[in-house]
């Protein structure tokens, strides 16, 4: 039964505040908009008082208290800014400094860095306590990420998302003392860890000691060679979010300007993935239908989430037949320029340099998968950069994207649906895969498109739906945390479902790990993840078609090129496979 | 099990352990030294001459490790110290004529001493939690019950849970692990938690370098830790108990073993013990050798299998603790005194120590004194008492400098304090603490600099790495302590120091950082003077920081005889045999100090 909570009222620098009972002194003190200085604090994720910066002194207590965890009690006098305090504090900075690699004029997260925010709040006058350096990891090992523990403020903020969030446990803690560092099991490298590669450790790290792996300078190179047709794709998401590396609000859709930067930058042709989501429909509702028809291999999940792919071949390779064969939409484009494309405009595959732009670090190791490889052994995409990068990329060539006006896509591969814009989001597949199964099963265009009960932050979304007269329930999670209560089912046989979607990251790809970096002050005021959702189901309501059958130019692509969906053309250019990864996994 | 059975077994046992018998210590000490094959070829004698009124059996440590092994015959009590198994023979044919092996016995003041309680060693001496140890077999339970074991825990059980917790309350009993904090409130916290699942913990992760009064305690008398456990169960309604030992106490975890059998199988563990609606069952858990799993929150962590590193409190344990139960965490020692608290009563613990600190402590005295051992005196003894009326004072006639109190987290005592009754809050206001009883004393030869260094290094070396004051900050204190012995030290570095060991004792999340600068701290409180003169004047006072000490021949006192040349393992010295006297070439001298010791007219000096 739901209790009403208790109302607690305690005074912060002699300002009273009233908070439910159970919320710690810090998040009290946010309420009244006092900053209490933090490092690992996450909330729900890494409230473990370990940096020492959120101290506080209170009334009666002995000793300083960190606010993180320290519950609010009635009456409770509390100080977070005595000369004392701010000493200790400052003292802390110092010392983090001497054991931090501090090359911050060529850091990747300079000016986004609570180290450096800090340190200049409290004004360290001199390093005075530089000494021997602890022991440091370079770990490039992994496609997607790069891991430097010389920078490590060891906040554990990126061990307990990777084992709260994502249930992966790639890194933990090794060592004691002095030269304790965040590491792999056995001295591993991250390519052969459990690690999926999603980046929530970098989009999560307040330093730079976790960076995604960065194919730049490959891009410039093929920018600059005149042999090469070099395209870029973007991905849904990525419309919603790299505004704000311009300055812009959280939530700002900037799809029209962005594309007028790329061409800035000098692109032959933009193209968007939606399209490719929207073929990714076509291709998976069909694939469910079958399954449904078959009575196999269900629940079907979908498969567009690259973590989720190498999650499910490291932890539950059992499993891999329920996941639909239908390739990622940054896949199938990608394959559809090196033949539909190349064949249309008479150019050799081989001579396309063909770019993605992704919200996401884990499509860096996707794209290099021999599952995926073309005829010839070509690579559907040869560069995945994410929007951060793409941001910077900006900027070093006098870009300002949010003074740009809006330029459209450019044809054959540039018309979308609202049904391929909301793949950004979790339950976007979902819901886009709903618009579209009754008219690919007989034909019937359903009147309501909109699906709010797949919608919104919920780590699991259930739903009934009807196809054909039968009632099937559906379930879309995100996090792997999530995914694997649902996949746990699925392995005892005890799930209810028939169609499953599975987003790596929480929010989904609006939240990926190649995705700005918002600060957790300033994510603890806004909702960072429905802002931006929000402004993708903005882009759908007001896209001209919001199904993903009524694409013309997917239309046009199955008459010309394709044939029928999950057709034998469809299956050697749409469809993969996927394999078991052997990792240990810690029991 | 019922009370009658018990009394049963109490009477037959109490006879049998008032006959002849042979103890010989087999703690870890004494085992080390052989004791061992001592028993054995006692045991092989008694058996070979076909002595049956005679026995020869296992006890815990006497304390007066110094001396041992140690042999008692009971019921004369007499003592025997040293011995080596080829004293075997000697020793039976003495307890067969009733006589005495006198070359075996202590002398003190010239005299032989026969019996043990006449020893200087134990004549300020008042054992509680060490009554059993020396006096039973260990690994018997019914020699446990012979001295009232188990009695306790019956009448425990027939008093209410309050009832209980009030006589630990008032016998004013505060843990005897570190921080002194009153046990029987711990007990009234844990009792008071809701929660359906409680714990019962005992800390016997002792991690103090030269502290060991733990594992003396579950070495010789295993059962009084049981016995309290159990009733520290009854009192806050737990029914599981935990007992965290270092793995590196492989006779105090055998014997723990064999005590929870045998409480085990007469029914004194289990279920419904003393046919009362209480069960009770005891565990052991390892630990690898983390010092920070003596820590309460990463002793817990521990037992979880998780990471050995603290916690954060609130929640503190007694709400939320173990698996996220509510725990009730003592130490060995805090354990081993609560049986005869609950059949003596609050009244009579309390008439012993202070006011504020009532009952015994058990210290472990080491170092620069002539009696290393364990000794058990009343809280408020002075320093003075323990180190030269029981301790027997300094070897080599050399002066008393400093006590290291309470281990690597507590402080170093001067001299001028020597007459300051020991409890709690005296050694805090003198900036060391008691700790978990570690007593380390120096003489005039050690630079408390270097001890300061020392027991940094160790803090250093333990920290668990979580929150980067202690992390870092004891890091960066070490490498400043590092330099000053070196030579290197520079003005303002006793200001940093002050300054970083305030801040790592205010903003440390646990104990272990909160009190690592301690040795700091108060060696830089009563002998600012030496750090100054190793960082102003570049020189070590007491000659051992080798960077900062030069080794000298008198050029008058030397005879020219060339021993010292011979045996410098450098070949610093130069001079010619009968003709030159001889000189030490400073580049080359490593400060060895082995000239020093071989020359026969003592010319040569730090």
């Known amino acids: 039964m739901y209790r009403k909570k208790k109302m607690i009222t305690l005074t912060i620098d002699s300002k009273q505040v009233t908070v439910p009972e159970g919320t710690t002194i810090l998040e009290a003190a946010r309420k009244i908009d006092i900053d209490i200085p933090t490092l690992c604090f996450l909330k729900e994720i890494n409230e473990v008082g370990d940096c020492r910066m959120c101290l506080v002194e209170i009334e009666g207590v002995k000793g300083y208290k960190a606010s993180c965890v320290y519950p609010v009690e009635e009456g409770l006098v509390v100080r977070t800014n005595t000369k004392d305090l701010i000493d200790t504090k400052r003292t802390i900075l110092e010392l983090l400094l001497s054991s931090h690699q501090k090359n911050c004029l060529t850091c990747v997260r300079s000016t986004n860095c609570r180290l450096q925010d800090l340190c200049r709040r409290f004004e360290i006058p001199d390093l005075e306590y530089e000494g021997q350096m602890p022991e440091a990891d370079m770990d490039d090992s992994s496609e997607c990420i790069v891991r430097n523990t010389a920078k490590c403020i060891l906040c554990r903020r990126c061990v307990n998302v990777c084992k709260k969030v994502q249930g992966v446990s790639a890194i933990g803690n090794v060592n004691r003392g002095f030269n304790s560092k965040i590491g792999v099991a056995l001295g591993m490298g991250m390519k052969d860890s459990t690690c999926v590669g999603c980046g929530q450790c970098v989009i999560h790290c307040p330093v730079g000691a976790l960076v995604e792996k960065s194919n730049v300078g490959k891009l410039r190179e093929a920018l600059a060679d005149k042999t090469k047709h070099v395209i870029i794709q973007t991905a849904p998401a990525v419309r919603a979010t790299i505004g704000e590396e311009f300055g812009m609000p959280v939530g700002t859709l900037v799809t029209g300007k962005m594309v007028a930067a790329l061409r800035r930058l000098g692109f032959d042709k933009i193209f968007d993935t939606d399209l490719g989501a929207d073929m990714t429909i076509m291709e998976e509702a069909t694939e469910f239908i079958e399954r449904l028809n078959k009575g196999k291999n269900l629940p079907m999940i979908t498969s567009c989430s690259s973590g989720w792919i190498t999650f499910a071949e490291k932890f539950y390779p059992d499993l891999l037949n329920h996941l639909s064969s239908t390739k990622s939409p940054m896949e199938i484009l990608g394959t559809l320029i090196k033949t539909y494309y190349a064949k249309k405009e008479g150019i050799d595959p081989k001579d396309i340099y063909s770019v993605a732009l992704m919200p996401c670090s884990a499509k860096k190791a996707e794209i290099i998968r021999d599952e995926l490889k073309l005829e010839g052994g070509i690579q559907a995409v040869d560069n995945v950069v994410t929007t951060r990068e793409m941001a910077r990329m900006l900027k070093e060539a006098n870009i300002d994207l949010a003074s740009l006006d809006d330029e459209e896509y450019d044809d054959p591969l540039g018309e979308a649906t609202g049904a391929g814009h909301i793949f950004g989001t979790t339950g976007g597949v979902m819901e886009a895969a709903l618009r579209s199964v009754s008219y690919i099963l007989d034909g019937t265009e359903i009147k309501n498109v909109e699906f709010k009960q797949v919608r919104g932050t919920k780590g699991i979304k259930e739903a009934k739906i009807n196809i054909a007269g039968k009632e099937h329930k559906i379930a879309v999670s995100q996090g792997l945390a999530n995914a694997s209560k649902i996949l746990d089912e699925i392995r005892e046989g005890k799930s209810p479902y028939s169609f499953v979607e599975i987003m790596t990251c929480p929010g989904g790809c609006i939240n990926g790990g190649g995705q700005p970096i918002v600060d957790e002050y300033k994510a603890s005021k806004i909702d960072v993840k429905a802002l931006r959702a929000k402004a993708l189901y903005k882009a759908d309501k007001k896209a001209k078609h919001r199904k993903a059958h009524e694409n013309q130019s997917v239309k046009k692509i199955y008459e010309d090129f394709i044939g029928k969906p999950n057709g034998k053309e469809a299956h050697r250019l749409l469809h993969t496979h996927y394999n078991k990864q052997e990792v240990y996994v810690e029991k | ?606």
């Open chain 2, 1 to 606: 099990m019922d009370i009658e059975k018990l009394n049963k077994i109490k009477d037959e046992y109490s006879k049998i352990i008032q006959k002849k018998r042979i103890m010989v210590c087999s703690g870890t000490g004494c085992t080390s030294s052989k004791s061992d094959v001592l028993l054995k070829n006692i045991q092989d004698k008694l058996e070979k001459d076909g002595i049956k009124n005679i026995t020869a059996h296992k006890t815990g440590c006497f304390g007066f490790c110094a001396k041992g092994p140690i042999v008692v015959i009971d019921p004369d009590e007499i003592f025997y110290e040293l011995v080596k198994p080829e004293d075997a023979n000697d020793i039976v044919e003495a307890v067969i004529n009733n006589k005495v092996v006198e070359r075996l016995l202590v002398k003190e003041n010239e005299k032989y001493v026969e019996k043990w309680h006449k020893l200087n060693f134990y004549s300020k001496q008042e054992r509680i939690a060490l009554k059993n140890c020396g006096k039973i077999n260990p690994e018997k339970i019914e020699e446990y019950i012979a001295l009232d074991g188990y009695q306790a825990l019956y009448k425990a059980l027939h008093m209410s849970r309050d009832e209980v917790i009030d006589v630990i309350l008032n016998s004013g009993i505060r843990g005897r692990g570190g921080a002194g904090f009153p046990t029987g409130k711990k007990w009234k916290f844990a009792k008071e938690a809701k929660g359906d699942v409680k714990y019962v913990c005992c800390n016997a992760d002792e991690g103090d370098p030269g502290a060991f009064m733990d594992r003396s305690i579950l070495e010789g008398d295993p059962n009084a830790v049981l016995e309290a456990m159990a009733i520290a169960g009854y009192a806050i309604g737990a029914k599981q108990g935990y007992i965290y030992v270092r793995a590196e106490y492989p006779i105090a975890v055998k014997r723990l073993n064999i005590a929870i059998e045998q409480a085990k199988k007469l029914g004194l563990l289990g279920k419904n013990i003393f046919g009362k609606k209480f069960d009770f069952n005891i565990e052991l858990r390892l630990g690898a050798g983390a010092f920070v799993c003596g820590e309460e929150t990463a002793l817990m962590n521990s037992i979880e299998g998780k990471r050995g590193e603290p916690r954060p409190r609130p929640p503190f344990p007694a709400v939320k603790g173990l698996f996220g139960k509510p725990t009730l965490l003592n130490n060995v020692e805090t354990y081993a005194n609560i049986p005869n608290i609950i059949l003596k009563g609050a009244n009579w613990y309390k008439s012993i120590g202070t006011k504020t600190s009532t009952g015994t402590k058990v210290f472990a005295l080491g170092g620069n004194i002539t009696n290393v051992g364990l000794v058990e005196v009343p809280m408020g003894t002075t320093l003075r008492e323990i180190v030269y009326d029981i301790g027997g004072g300094i070897p080599e006639g050399k002066k008393f400098k400093a006590a290291q109190m309470g281990g690597p987290s507590g402080g170093c005592v001067p001299a001028k304090y020597l007459d300051v009754p020991i409890d709690y809050d005296s050694l805090n206001e003198i900036g060391a603490m008691m700790g978990s009883g570690g007593l380390i004393v120096m003489d005039d030869s050690k630079c408390m600099v270097d001890i300061a260094k020392f027991f940094l290094e160790f803090t250093v070396d333990e920290s668990c790495g979580k929150c980067p004051p202690c992390r870092i900050g004891t890091k960066r204190m070490l490498e400043i302590l590092t330099r000053i012995t070196e030579g290197k030290g520079k003005d303002g570095d006793i200001e940093k120091l002050e300054r970083l060991a305030s801040n790592i004792k205010k903003a440390s999340l646990c104990g272990l950082g909160q009190t690592a600068p301690n040795p700091v701290l108060s060696t830089l409180k009563y002998f600012r003077d030496e750090y100054e003169a190793h960082i102003y004047h570049k020189k070590c006072p007491a000659g051992v920081c080798k960077a900062l000490t030069q080794v000298h021949i008198d050029e008058e006192k030397c005879k020219k005889c060339g021993i010292c040349a011979k045996n410098c393992p450098v070949g610093a010295i130069e001079g010619q045999v009968g003709k030159v006297t001889f000189k030490i070439n400073q580049d080359k001298c490593i400060k060895c100090g082995v000239c020093i010791t071989k020359c026969p007219f003592k010319a040569i000096s730090k």
